[in-house]
């Protein structure tokens, strides 16, 4: 590994799993409202057919204000432990297959490797998310089945047991989560990289708060685009958690009727726009928050590092 850089030692990788899961939680939770939203359009969209702002406004005009923070516990708690796994193992791979290949090679395949790291991360972190998930639709789609997530959560179990009511959408979420965080971390890679080619300027070589408008800036690139790629699964999650949805069988069966019925534009783009607002900006919050807590721990992530430039020095 490049002398600058590191130790990469479990220190390390709790650091970034802590970070992972302090960044997820705080932005996730803070955008609840746009995601109780969102939410409707894709489960409701012949009564929120108004776009975002009028969403909210029906929302609340039916509901009231306190009806935009619907499923708060439960996204907390499963982002907290989803970010915990998904950005500490991007980083555990990372690392790891940087080491196996060496400098040189990782620096020619580092697009592949943000790529695998991202999906390994991510399925294991949809093992642990998809229970709260589930438990988050049920009480957005339904606001009056349950107060919260310590009651929602054993009624859910006691009704429909562990299989059916909480991994009902582990085949959309992996669908959803897999390229929507290989494009995450792929697309923020690559837009940083330009940033700072730009810049003219290494990370290492950079200010804390310039390192802090390129997360930013990448940030909103790459959840645009993972928004988009990963935004037909997140409507069927959404579909198929409601109660009902898609009959009686096994999922991959109750997932094809949802996409029969309600078509593959609707499917690719009912409520993109706002979740294209809310992944965008959630992601750009996610970097940066995540870049920050790293720093003030003491750690660096690691970056790629072009070796032809690196013999320069």
Not at 96 to 104: D, P
Not at 239 to 257: P, Q, S, T, Y
């Amino acid at each position: 590994m490049a002398h600058e850089q590191g130790p990469f030692d479990l220190t390390y990788f709790l650091k970034g799993a802590l970070s992972g899961g302090i960044c997820c939680c705080i932005t996730h939770g803070g955008l609840v409202p746009v995601d109780v939203v969102k939410t409707r359009i894709q489960l409701y969209p012949e009564t929120y057919n108004r776009g975002l702002l009028g969403g909210f406004r029906q929302v609340i005009a039916k509901e009231g204000a306190h009806a935009l923070l619907t499923g708060f516990g439960p996204t907390a708690v499963g982002y907290f432990v989803q970010g915990w796994f998904k950005f500490g193992g991007v980083e555990f791979f990372k690392i790891n297959l940087v080491k196996r290949f060496g400098e040189e090679d990782a620096w020619k395949y580092r697009f592949p490797i943000y790529l695998f790291a991202a999906a390994c991360a991510e399925f294991i972190a949809d093992i642990f998310l998809c229970p709260l998930e589930a438990t988050r639709i049920r009480l957005v789609s339904d606001p009056k089945y349950a107060s919260g997530l310590i009651t929602a959560f054993p009624k859910i179990l006691k009704q429909e047991g562990a299989l059916k009511g909480f991994y009902s959408g582990f085949g959309p979420i992996l669908f959803k989560q897999i390229p929507y965080t290989m494009a995450k971390f792929a697309v923020q890679g690559a837009a940083a990289e330009v940033m700072f080619r730009g810049l003219g300027k290494d990370p290492s070589e950079t200010s804390d708060a310039l390192k802090l408008a390129v997360s930013l800036s990448s940030g909103v690139v790459a959840g645009v685009a993972a928004a988009i790629v990963s935004h037909p699964a997140d409507t069927l999650l959404s579909l198929v958690n409601k109660e009902g949805a898609g009959g009686d069988g096994a999922i991959m069966v109750r997932l094809f009727r949802i996409a029969k019925e309600i078509g593959f534009a609707k499917l690719c783009l009912t409520g993109l726009g706002a979740r294209c607002v809310m992944i965008g900006t959630l992601t750009a919050g996610q970097f940066a928050i995540f870049d920050t807590i790293m720093s003030f721990t003491g750690a660096e992530k690691y970056h790629f590092v072009d070796p032809a430039l690196q013999n320069d020095h």
